[in-house]
């Protein structure tokens, strides 16, 4: 890290803020539209980095797979009118906590982690999106204070649209929506999800998305998904 210990600090009490601050009952409600901006301001998160590879399969390091595919969607989706801030521009330790802060700090309407998987096994092809566990224990959506359950919803139906929209450019398999227990989509106080693209294990599916038809591709699967949720519209 060479950011200030203030400003990292300042990231660490914007993300417990809003936690403490949540009072209010579960309105029972269908999720509102995530933002309400003319620009949607979506953090991309790079999974892994520094000392930490993630996965490897043919030779590739998942942290470097992961941002190269970031870099490529944020240039194509800034060009098509969404504000794109990338957790991390380079190959650097980022702890999970500090990714959510990062988004927290950033405003974000929305979160996307992006990662690949290693998995050599045929049945591990395809992308998947996962959300975060519900906020409280029980599965009893009257517990939760409004902000918890109207965020967890809206991750939900954030992470529908990813894979809906995924579905619609891939070349691969569709391996469904999970529930992933994850620090950072847990302390992002906007609607967050992480997809695993695919694995690197299987190069023709994990090379597609890097490549530039793929990332084309990608980033208008992501646009349209962004306006699934929001309403926007890409001018
Ligand atoms: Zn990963």
Same mark, same amino acid.
Request: charged letters at 25%; proline letters at 9%.
């Given at each position: ?138 599965? *009893?959506?009257?517990? &939760?204070?409004?902000?918890? @359950?109207?965020?967890?919803?809206? =991750? !939900? /139906?954030? %992470?529908? $649209? +990813? ?40 190069? *023709?599916?994990?090379? &597609?998305?890097?490549?530039? @038809?793929?990332?084309?591709?990608? =980033? !208008? /699967?992501? %646009?349209? $998904? +962004? ?9």
């Amino acid at each position: 890290m060479d950011r200030p210990l203030g400003l990292i600090l300042v990231w660490l009490s914007l993300l417990l803020l809003p936690v403490s601050a949540r009072t209010v009952r579960c309105e029972d409600s269908i999720p509102a539209p995530a933002i309400q901006r003319s620009s949607p301001r979506l953090v991309l998160d790079p999974g892994h980095g520094g000392a930490d590879p993630g996965a490897h399969g043919r030779g590739r390091a998942e942290k470097d797979a992961a941002l190269a595919v970031a870099e490529a969607l944020a240039k194509r989706l800034e060009a098509q009118g969404i504000v794109v801030f990338l957790t991390r521009n380079r190959d650097q330790d980022l702890s999970k906590p500090l990714r959510a802060a990062f988004a927290n700090y950033r405003e974000a309407d929305l979160y996307l982690a992006l990662h690949f998987s290693g998995e050599p096994r045929v049945q591990a092809r395809g992308f998947e999106v996962f959300v975060a566990p519900p906020p409280l224990p029980g599965l *009893d959506p009257q517990r &939760w204070e409004a902000g918890q @359950a109207r965020v967890w919803q809206q =991750s !939900r /139906a954030w %992470a529908e $649209a +990813v894979r809906r929209r995924l579905g619609e450019v891939a070349p691969t398999f569709d391996r469904g929506e999970g529930i992933l227990p994850h620090p950072a989509l847990e302390a992002v106080t906007c609607p967050a999800a992480l997809v695993e693209l695919g694995s690197l294990a299987w190069p *023709d599916e994990a090379e &597609w998305w890097r490549s530039p @038809a793929g990332a084309e591709a990608l =980033s !208008r /699967a992501l %646009a349209a $998904a +962004v306006a699934d949720v929001t309403g926007w519209k890409s001018p």
